[in-house]
C-alpha cells in the first residue's frame, strides 16, 4: 500500500484528489484549515485516512508531515495542494502578502521538509499544484501570479537537484486552468469539475510526469500565453 500526504485537502482539487488516492489503494493523511469540514471527515469510518489540522503559515508542518509519517510507517507522495489569491484590484501590501505567505513562504518550507526526507530514503514524489497563472504577471493579481511563477521555478531546481544526485526523486509541476472548487461564483472559460481535475492529477501523479496541464486541453493556453508578444499581452 503506497502512502501520501496531502497538504490543503479540507475542500477543493485536495480533497477530491484525496478521495481518488483513496480508492486506489493509498493510505493517506490530509491536512486543511476547515474546522468543521476536517472534523466530519474524521467522522468517516476509515483507517486509511488520517486528518488533522494545519495552517500552513504557522510554522507547524514539520511535526505535522513527521506525525503522519509515523503513522503511516513511510511516505511515498507528498502533495502541496495548498493556495490562496486574491483576484480584486489594488487590495494593498497585507492582502497581498497572505499569497505570499502560503504560495511561497509556506510552499518552500513544505517543500524542503519534503524533499530532505525523500532524500534520506533515496526515493520519492514531490507534486505541487501550481497554476497557468505562474506563466506570466497579471494586474488582476500580481503577488499570485508571481507567487506562482516562484513555484513552478523552485520546482525545476528541486528536479534538476535530485538528477544531478542520481535520486529517484520524483518533482512534479500540475497547473491547473480554471477548476470549479467553490472560491469562484461563476462559471468561467474551460472550468472543469474539482472531480474531473483530480482523476487527471491522479493520473500525472501515475505517470510522473514533469509538468502538466489540467484539464488538458489548456497546454493550448499556455502555448499562446508563452508567445504571445508583452504589446499584445499588456492591453488584454
Known sequence: MKKAIIIGASTGIGNALAKVLLENDYKVGITGVEKTILNELNQVPNTNLNVKYLDCTSHQ?????????????????????????????NLGFEIENEANKLNVLAFTEIADISYKYFESKGQGHFVAITSIAGLRGNRIAPAYHAAKSYQISYLE??????????????????????????????KNFWMASKEKAAKQIFNIIRKKKNVAYVTKRWLIVAFVVRIIPNWIYNRV
Open 157 to 186: 531546481g528541486l528536479r534538476q537537484r535530485g538528477i544531478h544526485s542520481n535520486l529517484s526523486i520524483s518533482i512534479t509541476d500540475i497547473r491547473p486552468g480554471f477548476v470549479d472548487t467553490g472560491l469562484v461564483n461563476k
Open 61 to 89: 508542518s514539520s511535526e505535522v508531515i513527521h506525525d503522519f509519517i509515523h503513522w503511516m510507517d513511510g511516505l511515498d507522495l507528498l502533495v502541496f495542494s495548498a493556495g490562496i489569491g486574491h483576484l480584486d484590484k
